[in-house]
């Protein structure tokens, strides 16, 4: 700024050369300050000898930052424009201008400008690198060979690079973490954010000054409002879901694999190369997207350091065999979607948060024998019976039963066993207990509502019940 005022610093010290240049802009009376990329909202505008007169009304700063947080806390910014993933229009549009109105009319553009756009996903970093590379040029060879390398990369470098810088800036061990486990979801999918919640209360040290579920969950919240402000997660098509878009995703998934602990497979290919090469040794957490949990069933590899696996497909086989599961011993979050036996599941000893959602199991009494474990997810499930072994989870904190059509029974005493449960949803079973009501024998036919006044750590409850089933006290 010195030099394109024409201005020769006298002063050594910090603040003396701010005070110079202070007293230079004073008289200027018409600019525009730029301050690109700023990481934090320590900076103080006046150590830099930035500070307008009252009778400047015409200079102005703009100032730009992948955080939003930055700009909204101590800056005093006036306006806040914040640049989203661009619609179509827009992305095209601004490629075009980019490129030059003269050369959209060519036939390098006409065969290769929609395709480019739309492989920069809407992405302006994307779009404005692509387009410089291109600008004024209208020879086919290099538009077919701009074309070539993002058509054969998953992200062009430059945006790669940008991404990486703004993961490796994120304040938190936490933030990051919690972005590679989003990333072991499937494309283009709402990413629950109670579920996040759930596999993060599962791993060791995840959130270890979360000391109940609900702060666990107002977290996860907090984190995912960070990575939205700096564009590394997005808005879900949903309440409380967030989404990742396609580059980020894979630059994430990049990141993941080269600290060689968390793997996202896409295809039996990639499952069946580390497989060879034993390197599903070295995994923390994996995800098998498109089921090939088979290839892993039948491999003799010691799972030693496996503390999450997620996998999601309409159909497994229908047992785990004991012996894999002894392999895994060490698991702490296993997330299975759907249909799988959940015979011999007793074997992970270790596992904290258990996943069956829309599992079509029936008998879940072996679960009983997970003594650690704290989250039971069993929602839209096909079980038809709570069984009295479930109250041998005294560790657990969560039971979701919600959506569960075909629930007839859940045991009596069973519920009151839990006595660490803070969440408790049950929202179709509706056959508690009737305080005045007992079978023939004497003996209650269901779980009553009044087991529930033996919780003394219950936060959370959403359930139905008959008129008639309040409990006495």
Known sequence: MADRLGLKFDGVMEFERALELRNRMKNEKRFLIILDDIWNDKLKLEDVGIVFESDQKRCKILMTSRFERVLGNNMGVD??????????????????????????TTPAFEEYGNKIVKKCGRLPLCIVTAAHSLKNCDKLPL????????????????????????????????????????????????ISMENLMRYCVGQINMFK????????????????EELKDCCLLLGGDHSDTVKMHDVVRDVTVSIAKESHDTHCFGDGSEVEKFLEEKKFEDLKAISLPNGYLDELVFDKSEYTKLQLMICMRKKYR??????????????RVLVLYPEVSASHLSSLQNLCTLCLGNFDVKDIAEIGKLKYLEILDLSRSKVEKFPGEI?????????DLNGCQDLQVIEP?????????????????????????????????????????????????????????????
């Open 79 to 104: 306006k806040n424009f914040k640049v989203d993933i661009l619609s179509e229009d827009e992305a095209r549009n601004w490629f075009e201008s980019i490129v030059g109105d003269k050369f959209v």
């Open 143 to 190: 538009w077919r060979n701009t074309w070539r390398q993002l058509q054969r990369s998953k992200h062009d470098e430059v945006v790669h690079t940008a991404i990486k810088l703004c993961y490796d800036k994120l304040r938190s061990d936490e933030a990051k973490q919690l972005l590679l486990l989003c990333s072991l979801h499937e494309e283009d999918v709402n």
């Open 209 to 224: 000054d979360a000391y109940t579920l609900q702060e666990a969950r107002d977290l996860v919240y907090c984190l995912v």
């Open 318 to 331: 229908e047992t785990i065999p004991r012996g894999f599961l002894d392999r895994i011993k060490l698991l």
């Open 391 to 399: 109250g041998q989870l005294t560790r657990l904190r969560m039971l």
């Open 413 to 473: 005493n069973v519920i009151l066993h839990l006595k660490r449960l803070e969440e408790l949803y049950v929202d179709w079973f509706v056959n508690w207990h009737s305080v005045d009501h007992v079978d023939s024998n004497g003996e209650k036919s269901n779980a009553g509502l009044d087991e529930l006044k033996h919780l003394d750590h219950l936060t959370a409850l959403h359930l139905c019940f008959k008129e008639g089933t309040f409990p006495t006290e």
